[in-house]
C-alpha cells in the first residue's frame, strides 16, 4: 500500500472519471501522506503551465480548495505545490488569462 488514505484514492478516481487530469495531479500532489509532494506530479503541474489548453485560474482554485482541508498535511503539501509552481513554473503563461 502506497500510504494514501482511501479519501485520496477515492478523489483521484473521481478526477479519473471525470477527465481532469490537472485536478488529479493536484489531488496526488497533497495526499495526507506524510512526505513531500512527488517530484513526478509536481513535474506534471509544472507542464500544465505551458499548455495552452490548460485553465491556470482552475488550478490554482484546486490548489486554493486543497488548503481547506482539516488534514494540516494536506495544506501544507497544496502550499509547497503552490510554492514549487510560481517558482517553476512559466511566469509569462500566468499573465495571460
Given at each position: 500500500?502506497?500510504?494514501?488514505?482511501?479519501?485520496?484514492?477515492?478523489?483521484?478516481?473521481?478526477?479519473?472519471?471525470?477527465?481532469?487530469?490537472?485536478?488529479?495531479?493536484?489531488?496526488?500532489?497533497?495526499?495526507?501522506?506524510?512526505?513531500?509532494?512527488?517530484?513526478?506530479?509536481?513535474?506534471?503541474?509544472?507542464?500544465?503551465?505551458?499548455?495552452?489548453?490548460?485553465?491556470?485560474?482552475?488550478?490554482?482554485?484546486?490548489?486554493?480548495?486543497?488548503?481547506?482541508?482539516?488534514?494540516?498535511?494536506?495544506?501544507?503539501?497544496?502550499?509547497?505545490?503552490?510554492?514549487?509552481?510560481?517558482?517553476?513554473?512559466?511566469?509569462?503563461?500566468?499573465?495571460?488569462f
Amino acid at each position: 500500500m502506497s500510504g494514501q488514505s482511501i479519501t485520496d484514492r477515492i478523489a483521484a478516481a473521481q478526477h479519473s472519471v471525470t477527465g481532469s487530469a490537472v485536478a488529479k495531479a493536484v489531488c496526488k500532489a497533497t495526499t495526507h501522506e506524510v512526505m513531500g509532494p512527488k517530484k513526478k506530479h509536481l513535474d506534471y503541474l509544472i507542464q500544465c503551465t505551458n499548455e495552452m489548453n490548460v485553465n491556470i485560474p482552475q488550478l490554482a482554485d484546486t490548489l486554493f480548495e486543497r488548503t481547506a482541508n482539516s488534514s494540516w498535511v494536506v495544506v501544507f503539501k497544496a502550499l509547497i505545490t503552490t510554492h514549487h509552481l510560481m517558482m517553476y513554473g512559466n511566469e509569462v503563461r500566468h499573465y495571460s488569462f
